[in-house]
């Protein structure tokens, strides 16, 4: 239908657009046409037909009036004007034809034209029932908006008022709990209170007193147990912290009891204490054994109870597995090594040479472990001072209100277990390379995998 309406569409144009031009002049004598315009039709050219030639006319004789002359001929028609009457009566018959079809398209478009509009008002007209549809669906909606807006702010009302009930309700509840719990916290303050003392410790350049008492600070680091890598860690730790905070005050490195153990991590405690800053003061209350005791021995400033015992020896080692001889010989050198190391400088500090010192020891004892108590350790220089009694300012803290005491650095890892003779032991650990244990073990509790 649209290819229709587009070809209709097309005729009338052009009939509009030949209807629209000037109607052309009439020939003379030809007849005249108002209203339709010629239809330019592509026509051959006429072939113009042969002139005719007219004869002469005779001159008038003179004396006869023309009148009297025979009656002139009717012209003959000019072919031309013919050919265009001709054509113009065609012409005008196409244009009538064209203007009757044409006045069909006319109609069709009038129709499609009253068709459109009649769609067009339905289209508005069903737009204008769906705005109200919706319309009215909006006015449906904001009203039960407005309805639940309305039932909102009831119930916000009255939560608001449940919520003030509940508040005064709690307030009062609070105050009540509030008051228990200062009234528990007053009794938990106080107890935690009883567990400090009002003292406060006690730094002094000089810590030994004219009486004999040693006053021991809160710059204070524990040797206990056996000597290993860790307590070399913790004791070294300690020392850089310490000289960190004060270079002049003295640091304490105090022994309960240990035996001993390995001679690399020893030998570090030893260069930590020769290379501080800070005064090292080492202190014996009950036993330092072999390494220990050379750490006792080799501090600047050492103290010990009366009846602390210090003990030395020989460097000892266990060999395992199947060596032989050249690989003994080894262990034994490796050892020497190090006896060296830390037998001479002790034996200088007593003012003796070593194989003196390692004579002395089988002289005291046949296994050559030479133990003195703290009077005669000093005569022997392996300690400063006797001490009559020790303050340990740093204990501002009720000791039974800590939790419970750790193991010591070097007894960290070690499991006790019992052999098949029911005999308890601990395993050692593993010694780094070129590392020995100087460890007093007579009872072979501490043994090697």
């Not at 009930?165 to 609070?174: I, M």
């Not at 008051?179 to 303050?189: A, G, T, V």
């Not at 052999?419 to 308890?424: R, W």
Request: glycine residues 4%; contains cysteine; aromatic residues 6%.
């Amino acid at each position: 239908m649209k290819a229709n309406t587009r070809s209709c569409l097309v005729m009338l144009a052009l009939a509009t657009a030949a209807f629209g031009q000037e109607p052309a002049a009439a020939p003379a004598g030809g007849p005249a046409t108002a209203t339709t315009p010629p239809i330019s039709i592509a026509q051959p050219p006429a072939t113009p037909a042969p002139a005719v030639e007219k004869p002469a006319e005779k001159p008038a004789e003179p004396g006869k009036p023309e009148s009297a002359e025979k009656p002139a001929e009717k012209p003959a028609p000019d072919p031309i004007k013919v050919e265009q009457e001709k054509l113009s009566a065609d012409n005008n018959l196409a244009a009538e034809k064209l203007k009757a079809e044409t006045n069909s398209i006319r109609a069709e478009i009038t129709r499609l034209k009253m068709e459109k509009e009649l769609l067009g008002e339905k289209l508005a007209l069903e737009a204008v029932k769906r705005q109200a549809s919706q319309e009215a669906e909006m006015a449906k909606m904001e009203d039960e908006r407005s309805k639940l807006a309305r039932d909102s702010e009831l119930a916000k009302a009255k939560a608001e008022y449940l919520t003030n009930e509940l508040k005064a309700v709690q307030s009062e509840s609070g105050i009540q709990l509030l008051k228990l719990q200062n009234q528990i916290s007053s009794i938990e303050m106080e107890g935690k209170r009883k567990a400090y003392a009002d003292a406060k410790p006690v730094y002094l350049d000089n810590p030994l007193k004219d009486d004999g008492t040693l006053v021991i600070s809160d710059r204070r680091i524990a040797l206990n147990g056996l000597i290993t890598m860790a307590t070399a860690d913790h004791i070294t730790d300690r020392l850089d912290f310490y000289n960190n905070a004060d270079r002049k005050l003295p640091i304490f490195i105090v022994i309960d009891e240990s035996p001993g153990g390995s001679v690399m991590a020893g030998y570090r405690i030893l260069k930590a204490m020769e290379s501080s800053d800070a005064p090292v003061h080492v202190v014996v209350k009950s036993f330092a054994a072999s390494m220990a005791a050379g750490i006792t021995t080799l501090a600047k400033e050492s103290y010990c109870y009366p009846n602390a015992i210090i003990l030395h020896h020989q460097i000892s080692s266990t060999l395992f597995g199947q060596l032989n001889l050249t690989e003994q010989a080894e262990v034994v050198k490796e050892s020497q090594r190090w006896w060296t190391r830390l037998a001479t400088p002790v034996a200088q500090k007593m003012g003796i040479s070593t194989d003196e010192f390692i004579k002395q020891m089988y002289t005291h004892n046949s296994s050559g472990d030479w133990s003195e108590f703290g009077e005669d350790a000093q005569k022997l220089k392996w300690v400063n001072h006797i001490v009559r009694g020790i303050q340990e300012t740093s204990l501002t803290k009720n000791p039974d209100a800590s939790p419970a005491p750790q193991p010591p650095p070097g007894q960290v890892g070690l499991k006790e277990e019992v052999d098949s003779n029911g005999k308890p032991f601990s395993y050692l650990p593993r010694l780094t390379p070129k590392d020995v244990y100087f460890l007093y073990n007579p009872d072979q509790y501490y043994r090697m995998r």
